[in-house]
């Protein structure tokens, strides 16, 4: 047990004296916190990396996409994201029957972007590799956006994406 | 001290309890780890997340690209993980110069797999978007591969994909 003790202290002193280097050594650089996949939409959440990486797993795993297309520094996709994360009906959804990715740059493929590359956007991709164009939120200007008290909209359409799926496939 | 020593003993029983209950309370799922960019590759720097991402960033900074296609469950990968993380000389140049991005699935892009689609492999792209192909490491029957031992060779090819830059652009 004092052997473990030790070994956490040890552990302690070396982390602190690697957090304490920076500032002495490089005055330039704060201690990062290192960037998530989850970018904040669900912490608990497996995200895919890139588009390609999801296609991969939607169609491997026969579970439809969801794409989140935002900016870090766009209001709008915050607080859809901040209604998104703590929405648990959503995040269990999503953790079950989807795979997730979220991108805050556009991808190359122009399906992707059926009305124009605006955020914050969600689309559906199923397995076969469709884009589900015909899933859209209420705003008729902006068919794939939501706003944060969209929410039951949001998840109805995530259940057509999967009723979708066990009817055509 | 003795705080100290008994916080740590907390933390360790929180966490030991913690990675005890799954089983017995939530059977299915247990608390994950948000997944991180860097995936060990360095948690102090900033990954781009995607091919588009990391060259509309290289182009816009004009830096060098470096990406590294690795796997999570191939110990070669792993291995060269370890020593590219705590290689400072690299880590700081990398931080400093470069646009970074590691990928564990493949891009559409053909020419980021010059003699195949195997990892490690590390390649570099300048900010024209050309891959440089020519910048290798030692293994003819897998060029862009590296190995814990190649580091000063990788530190010397990041400054010859920063020399092109100068010399070039």
């Known amino acids: 047990m004092l052997k473990g003790i030790l070994a956490v202290l040890l552990v302690l002193v070396t982390l602190s004296s690697a957090m304490g280097k920076p500032e002495k050594t490089t005055p330039k650089k704060e201690k990062r916190i290192p960037q ?3 970018r904040g939409w669900g912490d608990q959440l497996i995200w895919a990396q890139t588009y390609e990486e999801a296609l991969f797993w939607s169609r491997s795993k026969n579970k439809p996409l969801m ?28 953790d079950d029957d989807f795979v997730i990715l979220n991108l805050v740059y556009e991808t190359t493929d122009k399906h992707l972007s059926p009305d124009g590359q605006y955020v914050p956007r969600i689309l559906f991709v199923d397995p076969s590799m469709t ?19 969209d929410m039951k909209l949001l998840l109805s359409n995530m259940q057509r994406a999967l009723k979708f799926l066990k009817t055509e496939l």
Chains 1, 2 share one sequence.
């Open 36 to 38: 998530t996949l989850s």
């Open 67 to 94: 794409i989140i297309f935002h900016l870090e520094d766009c209001p709008h996709s915050q607080a859809l994201k901040k209604a998104f994360a703590e929405d648990k009906d959503i995040q269990k959804l999503a």
């Open 131 to 149: 884009v589900r164009a015909d899933i859209t939120g209420r705003y008729a200007n902006r068919l794939y956006a939501y706003e944060p008290a």
